[in-house]
């Protein structure tokens, strides 16, 4: 018998600039209603990795299937400084063809920071930048999410609600993913991964701590 659909499969996924191997034969399967966490070490190609997985750039070779929407939050910003919070979620309303933008006010509820809708982008802090950046990742509701250090620049009490915003997308049955150099919090994770040499190796939390990963 078929085992259970996967919201993501990845096989044997190659990726090189030049001479560099960056992802050698990359493999995962994720099931829907899964918060898997990736770590590795700063230059191990997991940002690479994530724009693979988005259709952001091409692979070398492998296979990469979701199913539904992607969601995209890179580690920089994708943001005008000369636009607002709300022109933000205006203009990302229109790009997504979204009929409204409920989703992103929920968000930008959820994280706090509706007292800057009609601040320049110019004008926030980084931690509010990134809560903007997020928000316009999440707000089309995809089926698959690729976070790249989400909570970058968030004080703990944000930290702490994305994570919330986290286990609420997993329980409607959304499969994330969440890259990051440090396994912060792996105990949240359904499951976690290290990017090693190209490939990708199941990992535990407490393998983690005692290879200085956490």
């Not at 096989?11 to 990736?38: C, I, M, N």
């Not at 995209?72 to 979620?89: E, G, I, K, R, S």
């Not at 968000?107 to 601040?119: D, G, K, M, V």
């Not at 329980?171 to 990708?200: F, K, Q």
Request: aromatic share 8%; charged share 25%.
């Amino acid at each position: 018998m078929p085992g259970p659909p996967h919201a993501l499969r990845v096989r044997d996924v190659h990726k090189s600039y030049g001479s560099r191997h960056v992802l050698r034969g990359v493999s995962l399967a994720l099931e829907p209603g899964t918060l898997a966490g990736v770590v590795g070490e700063n230059g191990a190609g997991k940002t690479t990795l994530l724009r693979a997985l988005c259709g952001q750039i091409a692979t070398d070779s492998g296979d990469i299937v979701h199913e539904g929407a992607i969601g995209y939050c890179p580690q920089a910003t994708v943001l005008n400084d000369f636009l607002t919070v709300d022109q933000h979620v205006r203009y990302f309303q229109t790009a997504y063809g979204l009929e409204h933008a409920n989703r992103a006010e929920e968000l930008i509820e959820e994280l706090r920071f509706a007292e800057y809708r009609r601040t320049r982008v110019d004008e926030l802090s980084g931690g509010t930048r990134q809560k903007l950046n997020l928000t316009l990742a999440l707000m089309h509701d995809p089926h698959v999410l690729m976070l790249d250090e989400p909570y970058q620049g968030f004080d703990w009490e944000t930290y702490l609600r994305f994570w919330d915003v986290a286990a609420v997308l997993r329980d409607r049955g959304r499969c994330i993913v969440v890259v990051s150099h440090l396994a912060w919090d792996s105990e949240r994770l359904d499951c976690l991964y290290r990017l090693r040499e190209g490939a990708l190796e199941r990992w535990s939390p407490q393998r983690a701590g005692r290879e200085g990963l956490q």
